[in-house]
Nanobody
Framework: QVQLVESGGGLVQAGGSLRLSCAASGSIFSINIMGWYRQAPGKQRELVAFITNGSIINYVDSVRGRFTISRDNANTVYLQMNSLKPEDTAVYYC??????????WGQGTQVTVSS
């Protein structure tokens, strides 16, 4: 089992920055991929960015060039969000996928970007 705890959300003006953190605990050495998803009101949850154990990184087109995902050790992943837009407003969820393909989710952190 893996437990994920997010932090760093909040309210920011358009053009501002936030940094999200996700700390994993438990069977962290079984984690293969860590990523960030978001869900805006009335919309489906979407993948924002992910990073694999082999340091393969990818982003959804809408955040490419503005957001940066990083992983500093076996159990913490970050999402640096710059040039935020009102359409980035959502609950952001940390996700971990194990080598067994089991997936775990954090509780979510609210990001609100005002215009």
């Amino acid at each position: 089992q893996v437990q994920l705890v997010e932090s760093g959300g909040g309210l920011v003006q358009a053009g501002g920055s936030l940094r999200l953190s996700c700390a994993a605990s438990g069977s962290i050495f079984s984690i293969n991929i860590m990523g960030w998803y978001r869900q805006a009101p009335g919309k489906q949850r979407e993948l924002v960015a992910f990073i694999t154990n082999g340091s393969i990184i990818n982003y959804v087109d809408s955040v490419r060039g503005r957001f940066t995902i990083s992983r500093d050790n076996a159990n913490t992943v970050y999402l640096q969000m710059n040039s935020l837009k009102p359409e980035d407003t959502a609950v952001y969820y940390c996700n971990a996928v194990l080598v067994t393909r089991l997936a775990y989710w954090g509780q979510g952190t609210q990001v609100t970007v005002s215009s």
